[in-house]
């Protein structure tokens, strides 16, 4: 089974902290997609990444960034924690093509006091 | 605009009984459509995976259908279990990069004993 695994599942900082999220699955997969959820929202694409090293804007990039050092690993930063980015964190993967199912991580829930 | 509404926001139903989700979908050019399953606190579940040239196709209990000409996808529960509550998520790939898909804000089902 494709397991994607995130950091942690509660998070609680506070306003102007750096923050870093981690994602990490164990299929090899060449695509790795950062997401927030809000009620009322839906999912929302932060950033994503096809290859190590690479990386694209999402639907809502400000505020994040993200780093790929290695294929298995995806972080999201928060590089100065603000109360609107009180959120549902989720990290997702895939193989390679449009045609393939994205696999979910459990979501990391953050709360920015 | 690319966009997917779903419909019902939520829905109770009673332990046993079927129900239908809907999805309507402007997205084009269109690839495929996509149902997830997320149960509360927990990363989405792939369900099914559609394409233009299906119009039908089930997993267990849970049958998707595509209606490519009015953009309308529907997923049928039968039977429903206490299990099934969770929220619904139609998903629509415009066949571009890894990064665009298009959520639907979602359905929350309650199934009651």
């Known amino acids: 089974d494709v397991k994607v695994t995130q950091s942690s599942r509660y998070l609680v900082k506070r306003t102007g902290e750096k923050v870093f999220l981690e994602c990490v699955q164990d299929?090899?997969?060449?695509?790795m997609f950062w997401y927030r959820q809000d009620p009322g929202l839906g999912l929302r694409l932060i950033y994503f990444?096809?290859?190590?090293?690479?990386?694209e804007k999402g639907d809502i990039p400000e505020g994040y960034s993200v780093s790929r050092e290695k294929k298995e690993r995806f972080s999201l930063i928060l590089e100065s924690a603000s109360t609107n980015q009180t959120s549902m964190y989720l990290c997702?993967?895939?193989?390679?093509?449009?045609?393939?199912?994205?696999?979910f991580g459990p979501g990391t829930r953050l709360l920015v006091l | 605009k690319n966009q997917v509404e779903q419909s019902p926001q939520s829905l109770i139903i009673l332990e046993g009984k079927n129900c239908t989700l809907q999805?309507?979908?402007?997205?084009?050019?269109?690839?495929?459509l996509r149902w997830y399953k997320q149960d509360t606190g927990r990363g989405p579940v792939s369900l099914t995976i559609?394409?233009?040239?299906?119009n039908t196709k089930s997993n267990g209990r849970y049958t998707a259908t595509l209606d490519a000409d009015t953009k309308q996808s529907s997923l049928h529960i039968t039977a429903s279990q206490l299990s099934d509550s969770a929220s619904y998520i139609c998903?629509?790939?415009?066949?571009?990069?890894?990064?665009?898909?298009?959520f639907g804000k979602g359905t929350k089902l309650s199934v009651k004993p």
């Open positions: 997702a993967s895939s193989p390679g093509g449009a045609w393939k199912t994205q696999y």
């Open positions: 299929m090899d997969h060449e695509n």
């Open positions: 990444s096809y290859d190590v090293k690479m990386k």
């Open positions: 999805c309507n979908y402007t997205v084009s050019p269109f690839s495929n």
């Open positions: 559609m394409t233009f040239s299906e």
């Open positions: 998903v629509v790939s415009d066949g571009g990069s890894q990064g665009n898909l298009i």
